[in-house]
């Protein structure tokens, strides 16, 4: 019986572990492996502001300013005016090497007659030195010495130095106003801006008036030569009136006070009837703001007997009151200077001798017959 009972309780306790072990197992199910909640959101992390640099902007950097030189006093330009045309005109060398000669027969002064004209002075006043010569080598003696002082003398006074050769370029009470002509491809505009220097080296104040307004790049070219002196341009638009700039140029010299307005003006073909007259009509326009005080006709000088049809033309439609004379030196023949004066009973003022900046220079009679003679 004991065995019994022992036994029963084995088996009790048997079937009592067996029940706590599924309970446990039921109760305290095993462990799964970790997964992150499906609905729990994540805060994004704090957005963080970078400041961004704006790109530098640069600031335009303004043109350097041209450089204002101060251009040759009129008066030292005659030293190169002698230099110029020593040695580069033979009709001072003719003229002394005939002269020189024992015997100044008929065909010695046919030949200085022929000299001269060939230099286009012209056959009336030609005509004269040769009588004035003649007599004067006659009277005086024949040797050389004499010969070159009588031969300079002469040629001085066919040059007439009694001629108001001075550039009118003050006004009363307004500025003075030159009005500057001529035909194409005498260099209208690159005289116009040698004038300019002329007048800023005898300390006047200027303005400049770009009244060629058929040639686009006449008022550039101006500009330029304005900015070199500091002298400044009044431009209109292409292919505009030209008495309107004109007429604008010199109301607005009047209100700055300056003392000299320089109107640079279109090449005109001395034929060309409309033309001329459109170059009478800028004149009397400018008169309509101030008196014009200097008509300046430039002439090629190597164009010779053909530059007298032009300044004739010229001369009765705006009132030529001054020649001036470019490229003078080299082939020029010196003689056209007494021509067109005789021609148009007006002195030549001025006399271009190259292509720098200050080869304008004053003319004088004495200077250009010493340098014939050099």
């Known amino acids: 019986m004991e065995w019994l ?27 799964l492996p970790e997964q992150a909640p499906t609905d729990v959101i994540t805060p994004a992390p704090p957005t963080v502001e970078v400041p961004v640099e704006e790109p530098a902007v640069e600031e335009p950097v303004a043109p350097p300013a041209p450089t204002v030189e101060a251009p040759e006093k009129p008066a030292s330009r005659l030293v190169r005016l002698r230099q110029r045309l020593a040695g580069s005109n033979a009709l001072g060398r003719g003229l002394l090497s005939l002269l020189s000669r024992d015997q100044l027969d008929e065909d010695t002064w046919e030949a200085i007659e022929d000299l001269l004209i060939g230099a286009d002075i012209g056959v009336q006043p030609t005509q004269e030195l040769v009588e004035r010569l003649r007599t004067r080598l006659r009277v005086e003696g024949g040797q050389v010495a004499d010969a070159r002082t009588v031969l300079r ?10 001629m108001d050769r001075a550039l009118h370029v003050s006004g009363e009470g307004a500025p003075g106003v030159v009005l500057v002509v001529g035909v194409n491809g005498t260099g209208k505009t ?22 060629d307004t058929f ?17 400044e341009v009044i431009r209109g638009p292409e292919a505009g009136d030209p008495a309107s700039v004109a007429f604008d ?9 300056v003392d000299t ?13 409309g ?61 056209i200077v007494v021509a067109v ?21 004053p003319f004088d009679p004495a200077a250009f017959v010493d340098a014939l003679l050099s």
């Not at 002469?154 to 130095?161: C, F, K, Q, R, S």
């Not at 690159?190 to 009244?211: F, P, Q, S």
């Not at 040639?215 to 002298?231: C, K």
């Open 249 to 257: 140029a010199v109301k607005e010299g009047m209100d700055r006070g």
């Open 190 to 211: 690159t005289t116009v801006g040698k004038l300019a220097r002329i007048l800023v080296a005898d300390e006047r104040t200027a303005l400049l008036a770009a009244a």
């Open 153 to 162: 003398e002469e040629l001085i006074n066919l040059v007439d130095p009694t």
């Open 341 to 361: 004066q005789r021609q148009l009973g007006v002195p030549v003022k001025l006399v271009g001798l190259g292509e720098g900046p200050d080869d304008l220079a």
């Open 261 to 273: 307005v320089v109107v640079d003006t279109a090449g005109r073909l001395q034929n060309k009837a």
């Open 5 to 31: 009972y022992l036994i029963i309780g084995i088996a009790v306790v048997g079937v009592l572990a067996v029940a706590g072990f599924v309970t446990t197992r039921v109760r305290r199910p095993g462990r």
């Open 275 to 335: 033309l001329m007259d459109e170059l009478g009509k800028v004149k009397r326009v400018l008169e309509k703001q101030a008196p014009v005080t200097e008509v300046l006709l430039v002439l090629d000088a190597t164009t010779g007997q053909n530059g007298l049809i032009q300044a004739k033309v010229f001369s009765e439609v705006v009132d030529v009151t001054g020649i001036v004379l470019t490229k003078l030196d080299g082939s020029a023949k010196g003689g």
């Open 215 to 231: 040639r686009a790049a006449a008022a550039d070219q101006l500009s330029t030569w304005g900015e070199r002196v500091g002298v």
